[in-house]
């Protein structure tokens, strides 16, 4: 660790995602710095870096990984690219917050789970933000407290106002259905047993290809079921819901009404545009989380086994909706560095 016990982060990938995070460690988050700065694209990276001190630009994520002021590693590149990422900062024992997806497939999420095995420490957070949001995280207090008694279903709304036009249905599962599976697993404390996925005639103003809106349902080994509103064209904004349906009541997050205004004979308040802006405290507390856990030497937050049962659970999902049918999820027993 660099002066005062600072943590050298080096940032992979500078897209969307990447470059937020680069300001986030840069100008947000306290007791850590951003040491490095990789992307393919050189250009870009050195872009980001000349703006920041003490901040090297690199094309190769494995020789940020060497530098001695790189104590951690916020992976943020496309999901193809983690599992070597991963595996790199495994090699050097270093910490990582890597956003969803861990890996792109259940098969190489495994790899990573059995490398962080033979570590014999946990050293990855996964980036599913939502767990760090006010209205989730006190949802997740009230189930957990046990108040409202046993949930018994949960009612998710995901909606986007638009996506670019070669967004897939996979995708649709693969990157944003993959945050309710998350959260209905974490919220619930089960694992999803089984995917169901329901298409009506499309949006005619979704990209061509793309079945819009979905209804995706998830059973879970607890007897739960939770079904989600996908709609990632919904044209007024971003919207996430959910309401947990339990033996003695129920509790609801996501409606946004913090600021409700009354004018020219109506009454209204704001949707927030995307996902940066909705969940922008979730990125930063998630961030500062990992920073405040790595430089205690601990690893907290989603972990590996997450990112591994949510591959698991898409690619339940993606077959789903291929074949319209009730598909299972295959899951290999939780290993015991994850109970
Ligand atoms: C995107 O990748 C995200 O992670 C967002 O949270 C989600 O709402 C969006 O649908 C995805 O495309």
């Given at each position: ?13 500078t897209g969307?995602?990447?470059a ?17 700065v990789v992307d393919i694209d050189a250009g870009r990276a050195k872009d980001l870096a000349v703006r920041?001190?003490?901040?090297t630009a690199y094309s ?280």
């Amino acid at each position: 660790m660099t002066q005062q016990g600072t943590l050298g982060v080096a940032v992979i990938g500078t897209g969307k995602m990447g470059a937020d995070h680069v300001r986030r460690v840069d100008q947000v988050i306290s007791g850590a710095r951003v040491t490095a700065v990789v992307d393919i694209d050189a250009g870009r990276a050195k872009d980001l870096a000349v703006r920041i001190d003490g901040c090297t630009a690199y094309s190769d994520p494995a020789a940020a990984m060497a530098a001695p002021d790189v104590d951690a590693v916020l992976i943020a590149s496309p999901g193809p690219a983690h599992e070597a990422a991963l595996l790199q900062a495994f090699e050097h024992d270093l910490p990582v917050l890597c956003e969803k997806p861990l890996t792109p497939d259940s098969a190489s999420a495994l790899r990573i789970l059995q490398a962080e095995q033979r570590l014999g420490h946990r050293r990855v957070q996964v980036g599913f933000m939502r767990r760090y949001d006010t209205e989730y995280m006190k949802l997740k207090a009230l189930l957990d407290s046990g108040g409202l008694g046993r949930p018994l279903l949960m009612h998710c709304r995901h909606r986007n106002a638009s996506v670019h036009s070669y967004f897939t249905n996979e995708m649709l599962i693969n990157d944003s259905v993959v945050h309710e599976m998350d959260c209905a697993r974490w919220l619930l404390g089960q694992e999803i047993t089984a995917v169901t996925v329901l298409r009506p005639t499309p949006n005619s103003h979704a990209p061509e290809g793309l079945s819009d809106p979905q209804l995706v349902l998830f059973e879970t080994d607890g007897g739960a079921i939770v079904n989600v509103e996908m709609f990632a064209t919904c044209g007024f904004g971003y919207q996430v819901q959910a309401e947990a349906v339990c033996e003695r009541g129920t509790a609801r997050i996501g409606e946004a009404h913090d600021l409700m205004t009354n004018t020219a004979g109506r009454w209204g308040g704001d949707i927030a545009p995307d996902f940066v802006v909705r969940f922008e405290e979730a990125y930063d507390r998630e961030v500062q989380r990992w920073v405040d856990a790595t430089r205690r030497g601990e690893t907290e937050g989603p972990s590996a086994w997450d990112g591994y049962a949510a591959a698991a659970v898409c690619e339940a999902g993606v077959r789903a909706q291929a074949t319209g049918e009730r598909t299972l999820v295959e899951l290999i027993e939780r290993p015991a560095l994850y109970r």
